[in-house]
Structure formats: C-alpha cells, structure tokens
C-alpha cells in the first residue's frame, strides 16, 4: 500500500498498483534517511548548530582544530568572526543587543567611550558585553560603559520648622530664628547631620554670643 504522504500528491489510479505500493513502501525509509542527512548537512553551515563541520570553520579562522566543548569552539569562531567587522556602530549594537534590551548606542569623542544604553527593566548581562567589546575594541578607544535608563519618580521630603526665642532681662529683645526646610530632591541620596548656629547678638551692655542648635539635610 502506498504511504499517505505519497498518495496526497498522486493521481488516484496509482492506488490500485501494486508494483507502485512496493517501491513506496521501501524508498520511504531511504528517503527519511536522505531527508535527515541534508538536514544535518545544512546545520554545517550554521555555527550555532554546526558539530562535525566545526573543523573547517576552524581551519578558516586559526589555520588549525581548536580544542574544548562544542559550546566553546563555536564561542571562539564567534568571537573570531567579530574581530574581523569593521568597529561601527551597526557593529557595536549588534553587540549590544545580544546582552540585554538596548535602546541606543553613542559616541563619547572627549572621553573616548562607547556608550550602550539599555532599559533598566530587562536583565543586563556587563560582563558578556565587556568581554566582546574588549575583543574588538581598537586602542583608540579607551572603554564601554553600559547604562541602564530607568524612569523613578523625584523624592519628596517635608521637614518641620523650629523657632527660638532669646529674652534679656534688660532690653526685652526677642529675635525669632527659622530653622528647616522642605523641597524636592533630584537624587536618591539623603544625608542628615547635627550642626550648630551662632548667631551674633550686639547687646550695648552684654556683647555676648548666644549658641543655636538646629539640622540641616
């Protein structure tokens, strides 16, 4: 009997051959084997999949069989291959991307950087991007530097105001000194110390200094 896959593309009077039936029956299997082999030859040309060919992607690149895993073999001719482009930015986010979610790449000309910018939510891989990038980096170039852009919204801090008041027995002067403060900070970092106010008081009689203790942020 003719296989299925045979007789979706026949005309419906090669059912009834006999003849027919037997060599369909005894080529499929030399035909699956036939499919599997150009399958696997095809891998050969692709270096994520290539195992037995590694050796002439090898011979192209070093002139001689490298030693180690599949996985490293394939990693060195990868990274091979990358020396050989030229150092552009199509190059350059081609790196990039394959080590977290790039949004853009730029040249710093003062201080000589390349810049990978990258959103924050996705994982970043540094050290992949270092070790590629210092395999291609020419020495005119001095680093790559990987930014992660997130979006945080700005800190609010309120703090309480404090007054004080200073009596003289003599002359009944108060004076009302404001401390504290209250704003919107640019950054995350919050720095809180003791310190303490002199305020100078000229008093006909006394001339003496009063000490104030107040904060600063």
């Known amino acids: 009997m003719i296989p299925v896959r045979y007789r979706e593309v026949l005309p419906p009077y090669w059912y009834e051959n006999e003849v027919a039936g037997w060599h369909f029956g005894v080529m499929e299997e030399e035909i699956d084997l036939r499919e599997k082999k150009m399958d696997e030859l095809v891998d050969q040309f692709l270096l994520q999949r290539a195992n037995w060919g590694l050796g002439l992607w090898e011979w192209i690149y070093f002139r001689t069989e490298q030693i180690g895993s599949l996985a490293n073999r394939r990693e060195a001719i990868r990274r091979k291959r990358l020396a050989k482009k030229p150092f552009k930015l199509p190059i350059l986010r081609q790196i990039g991307s394959q080590y977290g979610k790039l949004l853009k ?84 970092n919050i720095t809180m110390a003791a310190t303490t106010a002199y305020a100078r008081i000229d008093s006909p009689i006394t001339g003496f200094e009063i000490p104030m203790q107040g904060g600063t942020t």
């Open 105 to 188: 790449v730029t040249e710093e000309f003062l201080t000589k950087e390349i810049h990978f910018e990258y959103d924050g939510s996705s994982p970043i891989n540094a050290a992949g991007l270092f070790d590629d990038f210092e395999y291609i980096r020419p020495v005119h170039i001095n680093r790559a530097v990987p930014v992660a852009k997130t979006t945080a919204p700005a800190i609010t801090l309120g703090g309480k105001g404090y007054s004080h008041s200073v009596d003289f027995p003599i002359c009944g002067f108060e004076m009302p000194q404001e401390l504290g403060t209250s704003g919107v900070l640019a950054t995350q």
